[in-house]
């Protein structure tokens, strides 16, 4: 299985300032073929399921802040959150699904300072 | 209004069955891969399975295999999950999650607001 780490495992951010997110995968999941990674950022905010924001590695889902952006290559991940807002409170996951099973991070725990 | 709504959830005693079903609506079920997520109280999310848009591949994590089996009815656009001799740990929070193509290999793009499924004596 491909095991994401995650870190931090919480973080508290003041508002309007840079949080960021990293994760490694214990192998690549860069697929060479198409050279594309196949790594996704979700969000889930306290009550709500998760909420895909980045796909493949560094694309933005339809509707999601542009202070949201990933970035990596292969086995090490960054999602940033830069001028964080209140709204952004929330856990973040990262998923392989590269491979089966899919896994994910064990999620990282945004919070303001 | 693109939706995913699942039920079956509650209360069962290790050892027994319950089955989940999944309705989707507002995009057209029969071109994507689904997948069953779940969550543990306070913990982290876990992929259970997930079957491509014809039904012809399907997946189980190591967890589940040989007890939940995985379906999907295109022509009523759901999902379902049965799950045979369930124990305490498969006590979570249950997601019906779309896959954004036809194939397993890809980003959960629309999520279900979920069911709790809870194993005890």
């Known amino acids: 299985d491909i095991v994401m780490t995650q870190s931090p495992d919480s973080l508290a951010v003041s508002l309007g300032e840079r949080a960021t997110i990293t994760c490694k995968s214990s192998?690549?999941?860069?697929?060479?073929?198409?050279?594309?990674?196949?790594l996704g950022w979700y969000q889930q905010k306290p009550g709500q399921p998760p909420k895909l924001l980045i796909s493949?590695?560094?694309a933005r889902e339809s509707g999601v802040p542009d202070r949201f952006s990933g970035s990596g290559s292969g086995t090490d991940f960054t999602l940033t959150i830069t001028s964080l807002q209140a709204e952004d409170v929330a856990v973040y996951y990262c998923?392989?699904?590269?491979?089966?099973?899919?896994?994910f991070g064990h999620g990282t725990k945004v919070e303001i300072k | 209004e693109m939706q995913l709504v699942e039920s079956g959830g509650g209360l069962v005693l290790p050892g027994g069955s319950l089955r989940l079903s999944c309705a989707a609506s507002?995009?057209?079920?029969?071109?994507?891969?689904m997948n069953w997520v779940r969550q543990a109280p306070g913990k982290g999310l876990e992929w259970v399975s997930s079957?491509?848009?014809?039904?012809?591949?399907?997946k189980y994590a190591d967890s589940v295999k040989g007890r939940f089996t995985i379906s999907r009815d295109n022509s009523k656009d759901t999902l379902s999950l049965q799950m045979d001799n369930l124990r305490g740990d498969d006590t979570a929070v249950y997601y019906c999650?779309?896959?954004?193509?036809?194939?397993?290999?890809?980003?959960?793009?629309?999520w279900g607001q979920g069911t709790s499924v809870t194993v005890s004596s």
């Open positions: 079957i491509t848009n014809s039904g012809g591949i399907i």
């Open positions: 507002g995009f057209t079920f029969s071109n994507y891969a």
């Open positions: 999650a779309k896959s954004r193509s036809e194939n397993e290999y890809d980003a959960f793009d629309m």
């Open positions: 998923q392989q699904y590269y491979a089966t099973p899919r896994t």
């Open positions: 192998q690549s999941v860069l697929y060479s073929s198409n050279n594309k990674n196949y």
């Open positions: 493949w590695a560094s």
